[in-house]
């Protein structure tokens, strides 16, 4: 094939693994490679992994089959395709994933994305190989930045990872095993990518880490900064609008953060702060190091300090032990609350981490029964959440062209979508930020109308 090579990138899972597959776009960039949604027409294929529940780990499989197809393919019509495998089932399984898929070529694992313009040329000259070390040398440092062209193609909401890695082992978690342990940016790396992001237009920036408020990198004269001094500066970088953070662990809400949503009007009152169980013994065997009684005074606190704070959460059902009273704990839990949203999952064991070890696992049967109960109470309040929008204005920030003509989508300064349609949408551009009131709802979404003039 002639002109430079292609990379189709595809990412599983959260955040942490799309703002991964960015830098690896941007450091293959630097090797001559163009990005293509098109698999059928890429040279290099990355699939970007995750591994938290089963069902994710098993996608990947099923999804390698497909590619292997596309490899052969193309093999066919004299075309020679590469497979790589990144993210956290490739620093898990290892090897053991080329055994299973003799397609794969590269196996890399998270901590190794800089190393991948080396990687490829050594797949090219000797073959398929794994790389799933833990290098001392920054990765940060050695991935490259992406081009003004490439962010502004991505929107004007931008996550950038300020932390990775978690050292809390909840029994039910293989993060601490994928991600290693819990690493913070320098503060000066972050506002510089800050910066670089705002320059190319970027209006909201979500600082992300797997456990993101236990952040503790060192500030200018040397000295670790909280969460909430990170945010308070990141807050003065000019073009900046609106910050957000996830995922947060409710034993790392230090009172700088919460002293943030007081202090920072451009700190979105929204948080996703996962609980997982309103049980107290089950958070014990979860190894949560909180009670149910410590999350609701986290929440309690940050209502007092921003009252129209909006939560969501993660929940399992069924960890190992779990009771049918240990479960209407968590149901009692989310009444408490009142959660403008919520993931919830069945539990799932996975290998190496102690809970699946746990003698007394719950039966497929009864997760499965009290996930049901679980959803339905997560949409009612989600639904009495929205309900309570209709009606009234807020600042949106629009992020992309609705489906049809006139029509542009944003987001609230709680994460709903918002539909805005009217007259006045031509007035209004993508990265504006403009005053909304919602006329109508959909289960997933807010629908409005301009407000007022634009305030951009
Ligand atoms: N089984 C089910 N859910 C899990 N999560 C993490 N590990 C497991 C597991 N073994 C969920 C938690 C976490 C979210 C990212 O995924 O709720 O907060
Ligand atoms: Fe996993 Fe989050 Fe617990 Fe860390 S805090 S072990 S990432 S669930």
Same mark, same amino acid.
């Given at each position: 094939?002639?002109?430079?090579?292609?990379?189709?990138?595809?990412?599983?899972?959260? @955040?942490?693994?799309?703002?991964?597959?960015?830098?690896?776009?941007?450091? %293959?960039?630097?090797?001559?490679?163009?990005?293509?949604?098109?698999?059928?027409?890429?040279?290099?294929?990355? %699939?970007?992994?995750?591994?938290?529940?089963?069902?994710?780990?098993?996608?990947? +499989?099923?999804?390698?089959?497909?590619?292997?197809?596309?490899?052969?393919?193309?093999?066919?019509?004299?075309?020679?395709?590469? =497979?790589?495998?990144?993210?956290?089932?490739?620093?898990?399984?290892?090897?053991?994933?080329?055994?299973?898929?003799?397609?794969?070529?590269?196996?890399?694992?998270?901590?190794?994305?800089?190393?991948?313009?080396?990687?490829?040329? &050594?797949?090219?000259?000797?073959?398929? =190989?794994?790389?799933?070390? +833990?290098?001392?040398?920054?990765? +940060?440092?050695?991935?490259?930045?992406?081009?003004?062209?490439?962010?502004?193609?991505?929107?004007?909401?931008?996550?950038?990872?300020?932390?990775?890695?978690?050292?809390?082992?909840?029994?039910?978690? #293989?993060?601490?095993?994928?991600?290693?342990?819990?690493?913070?940016?320098?503060?000066?790396?972050?506002?510089?990518?800050?910066?670089? %992001?705002?320059?190319?237009?970027?209006?909201?920036?979500?600082?992300?880490?797997?456990?993101?408020?236990?952040?503790?990198?060192?500030?200018?004269?040397?000295?670790?900064?909280?969460?909430?001094?990170?945010?308070? &500066?990141?807050?003065?970088?000019?073009?900046?609008?609106?910050?957000?953070?996830?995922?947060?662990?409710?034993?790392?809400?230090?009172?700088? $953060?919460?002293?943030?949503?007081?202090?920072?009007?451009?700190?979105?009152?929204?948080?996703?702060?996962?609980?997982?169980?309103?049980?107290?013994?089950?958070?014990?065997?979860?190894?949560?190091?909180?009670? &149910?009684?410590?999350?609701? &005074?986290?929440?309690?606190?940050?209502?007092?300090?921003?009252?129209?704070?909006?939560?969501?959460?993660?929940?399992?059902?069924?960890?190992?032990?779990?009771?049918?009273?240990?479960?209407?704990?968590?149901?009692?839990?989310?009444?408490?609350?009142?959660?403008?949203?919520?993931?919830?999952?069945?539990?799932?064991?996975?290998?190496?981490?102690?809970?699946?070890?746990?003698?007394? @696992?719950?039966?497929?049967?009864?997760?499965?029964?009290?996930?049901?109960?679980?959803?339905?109470?997560?949409?009612?309040?989600?639904?009495?959440?929205?309900?309570?929008? $209709?009606?009234?204005?807020?600042?949106?920030?629009?992020?992309?062209?609705?489906?049809?003509?006139?029509?542009?989508?944003?987001?609230?300064?709680? =994460?709903?979508?918002?539909?805005?349609?009217?007259?006045?949408?031509?007035?209004?551009?993508?990265?504006?930020?403009?005053? #909304?009131? #919602?006329?109508? =709802?959909?289960?997933?979404?807010? +629908?409005?109308?301009?407000?007022?003039?634009?305030?951009?």
């Amino acid at each position: 094939m002639s002109g430079a090579p292609k990379v189709h990138i595809r990412s599983f899972g959260c @955040q942490m693994n799309v703002y991964d597959s960015h830098r690896m776009a941007d450091t %293959l960039a630097g090797e001559g490679y163009t990005e293509t949604a098109t698999p059928g027409e890429a040279d290099l294929i990355i %699939l970007n992994t995750c591994h938290i529940r089963e069902k994710a780990a098993e996608k990947v +499989f099923s999804e390698l089959g497909r590619v292997r197809r596309l490899k052969e393919e193309a093999a066919r019509a004299g075309r020679s395709v590469t =497979l790589a495998v990144a993210g956290c089932v490739a620093q898990a399984e290892g090897a053991e994933i080329i055994r299973r898929a003799p397609a794969v070529d590269l196996v890399v694992g998270p901590q190794s994305y800089q190393r991948l313009p080396t990687l490829l040329r &050594r797949v090219a000259r000797e073959g398929a =190989l794994v790389d799933t070390e +833990f290098p001392v040398e920054d990765k +940060f440092d050695q991935l490259t930045a992406p081009s003004p062209q490439a962010t502004r193609a991505r929107g004007v909401a931008a996550f950038v990872t300020v932390q990775e890695g978690c050292d809390k082992f909840c029994t039910f978690c #293989v993060v601490p095993y994928t991600r290693g342990a819990e690493l913070s940016r320098p503060v000066a790396k972050i506002v510089a990518e800050v910066e670089r %992001l705002a320059d190319a237009g970027v209006r909201e920036v979500t600082l992300i880490g797997q456990n993101v408020n236990a952040y503790h990198g060192e500030g200018p004269t040397g000295e670790a900064w909280t969460l909430g001094r990170l945010l308070q &500066r990141v807050a003065e970088i000019p073009g900046i609008a609106r910050l957000r953070y996830t995922t947060s662990h409710p034993g790392d809400m230090e009172d700088s $953060l919460i002293a943030a949503h007081r202090e920072l009007p451009g700190l979105m009152p929204q948080l996703h702060l996962p609980v997982q169980s309103g049980s107290d013994r089950v958070l014990a065997a979860m190894n949560r190091r909180h009670t &149910r009684t410590d999350y609701l &005074r986290i929440i309690e606190r940050l209502r007092h300090v921003r009252p129209d704070m909006a939560f969501s959460s993660d929940f399992i059902v069924g960890f190992p032990t779990e009771t049918e009273a240990d479960f209407a704990a968590t149901l009692s839990l989310v009444e408490e609350v009142g959660f403008a949203s919520a993931f919830s999952f069945k539990y799932s064991p996975r290998p190496g981490t102690p809970a699946a070890d746990m003698e007394e @696992q719950v039966s497929d049967a009864v997760r499965h029964e009290r996930l049901l109960r679980l959803q339905r109470a997560i949409d009612r309040q989600q639904a009495v959440f929205n309900a309570r929008c $209709l009606g009234r204005s807020f600042e949106v920030l629009f992020e992309r062209a609705g489906r049809y003509p006139g029509q542009l989508v944003g987001r609230s300064p709680y =994460l709903q979508t918002v539909q805005v349609e009217g007259e006045r949408v031509p007035d209004v551009a993508i990265g504006d930020i403009a005053r #909304v009131t #919602v006329t109508q =709802l959909s289960p997933n979404s807010l +629908f409005g109308t301009l407000a007022d003039a634009p305030s951009a």
